[in-house]
């Protein structure tokens, strides 16, 4: 069965330093790749997605991340990271089969930013 | 920039009580969703939609639980008799058929008693 893990249940980082989260995901091909951040109280909002093509993607608010398939992962990067980006951040994967478009969630990496 | 929207953002029900959950997708959107999360836990899939009937389901997805996409702005899900372990935030979300991202409403928080 497919499914997602993200190993560090929390992280803190202090203000201006790098920032990796990490993403390893378990399926039979190479699925559709996303990450999404949930600020307290707020929704569910879409930072990149990884369908196809080059390996490293760009995305809002400075993150980027690396889709490596030897390794199943998608790891979440940010070289500095502000305190706004205290949040919980979701890896998720789409299955890609043409009748299936739900996204499997992992259990979410909570970030603390220090001052 | 288009959201997709929920109402309400909260909402308190004693236990076998009717709810529904309103949602406004994208309005170019043809695909739509819903999950849920309980507290402290993962986002689960529940449901899509797509073209006016039901997709897919989860096993949580159960006779309980129905959607319904009432006119062309509106996707409800309905839950008949809610069980206090139906309390989590549920969350709405819709994709086009070009870029298959789906975006997610600010979700509604149930909370049974």
């Known amino acids: 069965a497919q499914s997602v893990t993200q190993p560090d249940i929390h992280i803190t980082v202090s203000e201006g330093a790098s920032l990796e989260l990490r993403c390893n995901y378990s399926y039979g091909a190479t699925p559709y790749l996303f990450w999404y951040v949930q600020s307290p109280g707020q929704g569910l909002q879409l930072l990149l997605k990884y369908f196809s093509g080059d390996t490293l993607v760009q995305g809002i608010k400075g993150f980027e991340a690396e889709f490596k398939r030897s390794q199943s992962s998608f790891n979440l990067r940010k070289p500095s990271v502000h305190w706004s980006d205290a949040a919980e951040y979701f890896c998720a994967v789409g299955p890609r089969m043409d009748s299936s478009y739900k996204l499997i969630f992992g259990s979410g990496t909570r970030l603390l930013v220090r001052p | 920039e288009p959201e997709v929207t929920q109402t309400p953002s909260h909402q308190v029900t004693q236990m076998g009580q009717e709810v529904i959950l309103r949602c406004v997708p994208i309005?170019?959107?043809?695909?739509f969703y819903w999950y849920r999360q309980i507290l402290g836990q993962k986002v689960e899939f529940l449901v899509s939609f797509y073209n006016n009937e039901i997709s897919e389901k989860s096993e949580i997805f159960d006779d309980q639980f129905s959607v319904e996409r009432p006119d062309g702005s509106n996707f409800t899900l309905k839950i008949r008799s809610t069980k206090l372990e139906d309390s989590a935030m549920y969350f709405c979300?819709?994709?086009?058929?070009?870029?298959?991202?789906?975006?997610f409403g600010p979700g509604t928080r149930l909370l049974v008693l």
């Open positions: 309005s170019n959107h043809l695909y």
């Open positions: 979300a819709s994709s086009d058929e070009q870029t298959e991202t789906q975006y």
